[in-house]
């Protein structure tokens, strides 16, 4: 699984959300593939779960189910129960 982790410029808040998937990831067990990249590379193919702040999901060129949509993207409590949702539904 390759997760990408979005942000309007590819740079500092998207390395944030990044990192903070993989500590979730690491404590839920699961490996999976994450990167960081500008909302130009949120494509279809490209991943195969896009994680993204609210205020720029709307304009990301992929499929509703790929997309994980964070409130707040420096809280990691909100991160962990949405990944952990998508999982469980997996």
Do not use: W
Request: proline share 1%.
């Amino acid at each position: 699984m390759k997760i990408m982790a979005i942000c309007g410029s590819g740079l500092g808040s998207s390395f944030l959300v990044e990192m903070n998937i993989k500590k979730v990831l690491k404590k839920m067990g699961v490996e999976a593939e994450v990167e960081h990249a500008d909302l130009s590379c949120a494509m279809p193919g490209a991943a195969d779960l896009f994680v993204m702040a609210k205020d720029i999901a709307t304009s990301a060129s992929v499929a509703s189910e790929q997309l994980l949509v964070i409130d707040n993207i420096i809280d990691i409590n909100e991160l962990e129960e949405k990944l952990r949702g998508y999982f469980s539904a997996r």
